[in-house]
């Protein structure tokens, strides 16, 4: 899951929010200008921050970078993926 962290809004956090959003993926939103905790490994002075639980990126092309990596291999996947059914013949109302 990704974790964004961010102080005061701005169009670039704005659009990352938004990025992750379409995406519909896994993500939290922390906010330290709202009160919520950052923890020990991130520092105020260094957000905006994502952070995948592995790894962390500070620089806004970095982050741009990796959630457009994100976004391209969720599209292939999506595209390799089928929702067909192919019917038995000896069951006809039943998948192979």
């Known amino acids: 899951m990704l974790t964004f962290y961010r102080a005061a809004q701005d169009t670039f956090t704005e659009r990352i929010e938004r990025k992750m959003k379409e995406m519909v993926v896994a993500h939290r939103l922390v906010?330290?200008?709202?009160?919520d905790p950052l923890p020990e490994h991130i520092k105020r002075k260094d957000l905006p921050v994502l952070s995948d639980g592995h790894q962390v990126w500070t620089a806004p092309g970095e982050i741009e970078?990796?959630?457009e990596t994100l976004h391209r291999e969720l599209k292939?996947?999506?595209?390799?993926?089928?929702?067909?059914?192919?019917?038995?013949?000896?069951?006809?109302?039943?998948?192979?």
Request: glycine letters at 4%.
């Open 31 to 35: 906010c330290a200008d709202q009160g």
């Open 76 to 96: 292939l996947s999506q595209s390799l993926q089928s929702d067909t059914c192919h019917l038995d013949p000896d069951k006809p109302d039943q998948c192979l």
């Open 65 to 67: 970078d990796v959630l």
